[in-house]
């Protein structure tokens, strides 16, 4: 069974600094990944999806990269803001079309 | 920007009650599915529906849930008789491909009492 894992659980960084996050899964066949912005009490929002046969997608000030043979994929966040505070959640889809989603790494962006 | 809704936003049940749980998906989104999040851990899959049939379900979707899609817009989820476990948010989300992005409502928290 697909497992995914986040990696750190939570961030608390000042602003204006770039940051780092990573998710990782257990089963490398995957139909693509997807990173999700979920705030308090609120539905998810997608940030981007990069399909298994793509290396990285970019929005903005967000960067997403997969490495599909290893199981990984990091979301680069550049210049944050105290806007970016949310939790951020990976996850990914199998070829049964249902997303499995990682526990998510709470961000602070302290102004 | 076209957005998933989800009514109500909060529901409470008394255990052993029916519940139904309301969605309209994007318009021209073809792939509908419900999710599930319990306080404090990950969101997990319950269902996704297509061409008017259920296309694949998890094992926490047992005979106590159902979904229909009545009317061509709306998209529900019951929950028959209902057990504290179930209390949760629940998520609804639509998708146009199943290689596009599944995009999701604010959800409905549903307390069981």
């Known amino acids: 069974k697909q497992e995914v894992t986040q990696i750190p659980a939570a961030l608390s960084v000042p602003e204006g600094e770039n940051l780092v996050l990573n998710c990782s899964f257990t089963d490398s066949a995957i139909y693509n990944l997807q990173w999700f912005r979920q705030d308090p009490g609120k539905g998810l929002t997608s940030l981007l999806l990069?399909?298994?046969?793509?290396r990285e997608q970019t929005s903005g000030r967000l960067n997403a990269s997969l490495d599909k043979s290893s199981g990984r994929s990091t979301l680069y966040i550049a210049a944050s803001q105290p806007g970016d505070s949310a939790t951020y959640l990976c996850?990914?889809?199998?070829?049964?079309?249902?997303?499995?989603f990682g526990t998510g790494t709470r961000l602070t962006v302290i102004p | 920007e076209p957005e998933v809704t989800q009514t109500p936003s909060h529901q409470v049940t008394q255990m052993g009650q029916e519940v139904i749980l309301r969605c309209v998906p994007i318009?021209?989104?073809?792939?509908f599915y419900w999710y599930r999040q319990i306080l404090g851990q990950k969101v997990e899959f319950l269902v996704s529906?297509?061409?008017?049939?259920?296309?694949?379900k998890s094992e926490i979707f047992d005979d106590q849930f159902s979904v229909e899609r009545p009317d061509g817009s709306n998209f529900t989820l019951k929950i028959r008789s209902t057990k504290l476990e179930d209390s949760a948010m629940y998520f609804c989300?639509?998708?146009?491909?199943?290689?596009?992005?599944?995009?999701f409502g604010d959800g409905t928290r549903l307390s069981i009492l």
């Open positions: 529906f297509y061409n008017n049939e259920i296309s694949e």
């Open positions: 996850a990914v889809q199998t070829g049964a079309n249902n997303l499995f």
């Open positions: 990069i399909q298994s046969s793509q």
């Open positions: 989300a639509s998708g146009g491909q199943i290689d596009q992005p599944q995009h």
């Open positions: 318009s021209n989104h073809l792939y």
